[in-house]
């Protein structure tokens, strides 16, 4: 398998990433001859060469040429793209970034996804950012794509609603259910565009030991940090198929019997924030007799320490096991179909690169039953039976 890896230990920014793409081998008079297809003014690409910590990488700066104070809605960033003669797989890739950042602004301040005006996001520089990370990555043509921890900062960020606390609130929302660690540098090292592109790209969030480096990109980040590179770093690379799916991980678990059932909800979300993969509850019988639950988490060994102390925190339990095993998942992509309810998210899985199994997202599903007042298994089984369909035509 042909993987990208995503080394992010000073975190991630959209022009970090170009950077990045730039330096690992994707050519920019390229990467700007496929941007020149969005038909959009006011901006040019500064590419330079420059050094962190003494290392050599990429920097990237969108430049704008005419100031602009447009606070665009998700509806016009549609029409940008719809607009431009970028090649389809790039404009859907692309939307399904600015949708990531949407459903998390949406969120942050309870409002419909079409009503969220994009601020930062919204200009010209974003908008080339996203553009060129989905020009890179289909030019790339790579199997996987892995992710490190992701730091994401410290301190607070200046923006259009005033100062903020680091990681700022859509970033926030954008990266939950990813590993990620904090406060490794006094600045915003993850922003939201960047947050996004690895939480829409990324397949795998691992260590990457089973990656065998081809080639190796450094985008230069536009901070200094006395301690810590403000850098991207990516691998290009290969994993073998029966390696890539698999790695050791933890399995947190503890017996309780006197906890409120109201908590265990609660329980549930701060320990899917923190990165774990699964969490799942079973019914025991403890000893004199006693009715029980046993808390299960299933995590990555970098968050096993966070998981404790929320366990510890949050629940009352006094005592926990924990167990490393080694871990083997399918080759997994997201992609969004068209279909006659619109654009659905769809979930496929691979083993040694043959598709195994598709199904539509839940969330789309139960969006679309509720926006049309029919059952939900309607809105699953017609989609699945597209799917299938469209399979049985791809293999013939």
């Known amino acids: 398998m042909r993987i990208l890896y995503y080394d992010c230990f000073s975190g991630i920014s959209g022009d970090m990433?170009?950077?990045?793409?730039?330096?690992?081998?994707?050519?920019?008079?390229?990467?700007?001859?496929?941007?020149?297809?969005?038909?959009?003014?006011?901006?040019?690409?500064?590419?330079?060469?420059?050094?962190?910590?003494?290392?050599t990488g990429t920097k990237v700066t969108v430049k704008q040429t005419r100031r602009e104070h447009k606070h665009r809605h998700l509806a016009d960033i549609e029409k940008i793209f719809r607009n431009s003669i970028l090649d389809q797989k790039t404009r859907d890739l692309s939307l399904k970034i600015f949708m990531k950042i949407a459903e998390a602004e949406a969120k942050v301040h309870a409002i419909p996804v079409e009503k969220v005006h994009f601020h930062e996001v919204g200009a010209i520089d974003s908008i080339v950012?996203?553009?060129?990370?989905?020009?890179?990555?289909?030019?790339?043509?790579?199997?996987?794509?892995?992710?490190?921890p992701v730091e994401l900062g410290g301190g607070f960020v200046r923006c259009d609603h005033g100062l903020l606390?680091?990681?700022?609130?859509?970033?926030?929302?954008?990266?939950?259910?990813?590993p990620v660690r904090k406060d490794g540098v006094n600045f915003e090292a993850t922003t939201p565009t960047g947050a996004a592109i690895i939480a829409v790209l990324g397949t795998h969030f691992t260590s990457g030991?089973?990656?065998?480096?081809?080639?190796?990109?450094?985008?230069?980040?536009h901070k200094e940090n006395p301690d810590t590179p403000n850098l991207l770093r990516v691998f290009l690379g290969t994993a073998s198929e029966e390696k890539s799916g698999g790695h050791e991980a933890a399995l947190i678990e503890c017996n309780v019997d006197d906890m409120n059932p109201e908590f265990y909800?609660?329980?549930?979300?701060?320990?899917?924030?923190?990165?774990?993969?699964?969490?799942?509850?079973?019914?025991?019988?403890?000893?004199?007799?006693?009715?029980?639950?046993?808390?299960?988490?299933?995590?990555?060994?970098?968050?096993?320490?966070?998981?404790?102390?929320?366990?510890?925190?949050?629940?009352?339990?006094?005592?926990?096991?924990?167990?490393?095993f080694r871990k083997d998942t399918l080759a997994r992509k997201l992609e969004a179909i068209e279909t006659p309810y619109g654009k659905i998210n769809v979930k496929r899985s691979f083993f040694k690169g043959r598709e195994?199994?598709?199904?539509?997202?839940?969330?789309?599903c139960k969006r679309i039953a509720n926006e049309r007042k029919i059952p939900v298994k309607e809105v699953y089984n017609n989609i699945m039976s597209l799917l299938a369909g469209n399979n049985n035509y791809e293999n013939d």
């Open 17 to 55: 990433n170009l950077g990045a793409m730039i330096d690992l081998g994707i050519d920019s008079g390229y990467l700007l001859g496929e941007l020149g297809k969005l038909n959009l003014q006011g901006w040019e690409l500064l590419v330079e060469k420059d050094q962190r910590h003494g290392i």
């Open 129 to 148: 950012d996203i553009a060129g990370a989905a020009i890179c990555f289909n030019a790339l043509n790579v199997d996987a794509v892995f992710v490190s």
């Open 165 to 178: 606390p680091v990681p700022a609130p859509a970033t926030a929302e954008i990266i939950k259910g990813i």
């Open 209 to 221: 030991d089973t990656l065998s480096v081809e080639k190796t990109g450094y985008g230069i980040g």
């Open 265 to 324: 909800d609660y329980l549930s979300e701060r320990l899917f924030n923190a990165g774990a993969s699964d969490v799942f509850y079973s019914d025991i019988i403890m000893k004199k007799g006693r009715p029980g639950v046993k808390i299960n988490v299933i995590c990555e060994k970098e968050v096993a320490d966070m998981v404790r102390e929320i366990i510890f925190t949050e629940s009352t339990s006094i005592g926990i096991r924990t167990f490393f």
């Open 356 to 364: 195994v199994s598709f199904k539509p997202e839940y969330e789309d």
